[in-house]
Structure formats: structure tokens, C-alpha cells
């Protein structure tokens, strides 16, 4: 793996776990407990979300220490189970431990009842028949069911983009989705665990014939590298977006001068903080960039506000 924000070289052997399990854990915070203690132990950093409906990790360390983390994780019958996939990383990609119980594993604030994949997900797909699906040109569409601005450096061929900012935003992409209803849809995020609950929140609504990508974008990029999936793949840790290789095109586009980058910002105005792909030319010399010129200008009067 390589990531587009540095270089693969030095800092010894690093690996980032990407796992979650819907499971259901009567005491989260016990839970929540033993995986910080555990975590400490093997040296990793990075975020976990517990909740009564499972949990949810990404974690860092030196490849030895997280090899050790998942044997003395995986002891537990209730998680022996768990998929999880590594990937190459420098040992950088997160500033501290987090480890935080939560309602939800992935903040969609559906009901139980709209969506619990403990009692009805959509059908899963292995990349590989997916893989098929494509080589065979079958009547099919991907619903990528990722944020906007992830969707921006990377994704499926044809696929449809809901054009959410965040995954609670489903519901507000109904009417886009509806005529979809009647057609074989596989969804696809990161790695998995959004479209557990999306699938399901999708059969909820009346579609017919839904399947998930299992283990999401990640899986497939890992299997296929450079195939069907285009550009890179945005990951929420400091390595910005992460690639497997392969014969790829930078297809992301600089939100202000739609030159190619793979490159994120947050806006500089501190009461907007989008998140979007700047290239380097569009930065200012110490790096700001704004959004739009209604940012940068309650940049500048900010400024002057500052100065007076
Ligand atoms: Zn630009
Ligand atoms: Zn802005």
C-alpha cells in the first residue's frame, strides 16, 4: 500500500487494523475498557467506537504490536471471528488512543427499526463476484454510500454517488435513490460497516434487490488493485487516502481550479471548516486555503476585525 502524503520509506514496520463486528455487547463500557488496555499494552493508537451493537476500529502500531493486540483480542469467543484488514502505514496516522462508547458504531441515527443489522442486512458480495459482475457487464449499479467529499478522490465506474455530507444524511438522498428501487444495487463504503446499516436502511425503504460490498472498498482495491474502483481511497486518518497499486488515474479535482490532486483542506474560515480536495497552487503561502470567495472574505474582514 502507499498513501498519496508520504513516501513508504523509514519508521520500520507499520501496520494499520481496520475491523468492526456488529455484535451485540450487553456492557460496552466493560468492553470499551479491555480494548484500551489492551491497545495501551501493544503501543497502538488510533479510534474505537463501542456500542451495544458492536464495536468499531482503526489502529495503529508497529506490525509486531498489532499482530499481538488482535491474537490477545481475538481470545474472546464474541470477537474470534472478526475480519480484519492491514494495511502498510509509517506509524503516524493518529495522534493519540481514542477509545469512546457511543449509541451507534457509525452515526446514522436511524432507528432500530429503520435499520439494525443484528436482525436484517442486504445480501453480502465478495469482491470477487462482484469482480464478475463487472467482466460479465451485468445490469447492475453501485450506490456508494460514502461521504461527498470521500467520493471525490476515488470511486466505482458509474457508480452513484447519494451526495451526502455525512452518513445521518441518507434519509435526504431518498429522492435521488427512488428510481433505483426496481434494479440490483450493491452498496460500497470503506470497509464494510456503513453499508450494514445503509443496506438494511435501504431494504427498509422497498428495494427489491440489494447486496454490500463485503468488506467494502478496501477488499476490493486490496484484491484488484487499479481495477473498477478509480483514483484512491480517502481514509479518516492523517494519511488522507490510501492505494494498493496497480495502474491507476488521479481522477480527484481541485475544488477551486479543477486541477487534478488527491489533496485535502479543511476551509480556512473557521465558521465553514469544508472539507475538500486544494491542490498545492491554490493554498495560500502557509498552507490556508478557503472554500469560496465568500470565505476568504470573512477571512480578510476577520483579519482586519483582529488588526483594528
Ligand atoms: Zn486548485
Ligand atoms: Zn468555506
Not at 451495544?52 to 499482530?67: F, P, S, V
Not at 468488506?215 to 484512491?232: A, C, L, N, R, V
Request: proline content about 3%.
Amino acid at each position: 500500500m502507499t498513501t498519496s502524503t508520504h513516501s513508504d520509506t523509514a519508521h520500520g514496520a507499520h501496520q494499520a487494523l481496520l475491523f468492526y463486528m456488529y455484535v451485540m455487547l450487553s456492557e460496552p463500557e466493560k468492553v470499551a475498557a479491555h480494548v484500551r488496555l489492551l491497545a495501551e499494552k501493544h503501543r497502538l493508537l488510533g479510534r474505537v467506537i463501542i456500542a451495544h451493537e458492536g464495536i468499531n476500529a482503526t489502529l495503529e502500531g508497529a506490525l509486531k504490536d498489532t499482530e499481538e493486540f488482535l491474537a490477545d483480542f481475538m481470545v474472546d469467543d464474541l470477537f474470534a471471528a472478526v475480519q480484519v484488514k492491514r494495511s502498510k502505514s509509517r506509524g503516524d496516522s493518529f495522534p493519540k488512543l481514542s477509545v469512546k462508547v457511543r449509541d451507534e458504531i457509525v452515526g446514522t441515527g436511524f432507528t432500530r427499526e429503520e435499520a439494525d443489522p443484528l436482525r436484517r442486512t442486504a445480501t453480502y458480495i465478495s469482491p470477487e463476484v462482484l469482480r464478475s459482475w463487472y467482466a460479465e457487464e451485468r445490469d447492475f449499479v453501485v450506490v456508494d454510500m460514502r461521504n461527498n467529499y470521500e467520493f471525490a478522490s476515488g470511486h466505482f465506474a458509474n457508480a452513484v454517488e447519494p451526495g451526502i455530507s455525512a452518513s445521518r444524511h441518507l434519509p435526504l438522498a431518498m429522492e435521488k435513490l427512488e428510481p433505483l428501487k426496481q434494479k440490483t444495487v450493491v452498496t460500497v463504503c470503506t470497509g464494510g460497516i456503513r453499508c450494514e446499516k445503509m443496506s438494511a436502511y435501504l431494504l427498509n425503504k422497498g428495494f427489491s434487490d440489494v447486496y454490500q460490498l463485503e468488506g467494502g472498498i478496501h477488499s476490493y482495491m486490496e484484491k484488484y488493485p487499479g481495477k473498477d474502483f478509480q483514483g484512491t481511497l480517502y481514509t479518516f486518518d492523517q494519511r488522507q487516502t490510501m492505494h494498493f497499486g496497480g495502474k491507476r488515474e488521479v481522477i480527484g479535482q481541485c475544488h477551486l481550479c479543477t486541477e487534478k490532486t488527491e489533496s485535502y483542506a479543511d476551509c480556512g474560515n473557521d465558521t465553514c471548516h469544508l472539507h475538500f480536495l486544494a491542490c498545492e497552487k491554490c493554498r495560500d503561502p502557509q498552507g490556508n486555503v478557503y472554500c469560496s470567495h465568500a470565505c476568504t472574505q470573512f477571512a480578510i474582514d476577520a483579519s482586519k476585525f483582529i488588526d483594528a
